[in-house]
């Protein structure tokens, strides 16, 4: 008597256990947040990636100022816009953009 007693609490407290489980897992601290987490994570390693990038392509662009006065030169008279004797600049103006935000001309009623 006592081992049916035993198996039937057993079997309850699996199934307890188990419906638990499934609702731990589905609930908002189960699956759902483990794939935003999984997402936020390749997300910042993306990041990190194309950071390091810009990191070594600004070494790179820093070794290559140090090591070279006509790339000095040419980065200071650009900056600085200046000009040798007898070279000419022009400077435009930007162009205005178009903006879809500014309202059409009203048109004329009769």
């Not at 057993?10 to 997402?39: C, D, M, S, V």
């Not at 392509?57 to 004797?85: G, H, M, V, Y």
Request: charged content about 30%.
């Amino acid at each position: 008597m006592n081992n049916p007693l035993r198996r039937a609490a057993f079997a309850i407290g699996f199934a307890l256990a188990g419906i638990y489980g499934y609702f731990a897992l589905r609930g908002p601290q189960g699956i759902p947040a483990l794939r935003e987490k999984w997402r936020q994570i390749r997300q910042m390693e993306d990041e990190n990636a194309k950071l390091q990038q810009e990191n070594k392509d600004r070494a790179k662009r820093i070794d290559k100022l140090q090591q070279s006065p006509s790339e000095q030169e040419l980065e200071i008279r650009k900056k600085l816009k200046l000009l040798r004797p007898g070279e000419t600049s022009f400077i435009l103006p930007d162009q205005p953009k178009p903006d879809a935000a500014q309202p059409a001309a009203p048109a004329e009623t009769k």
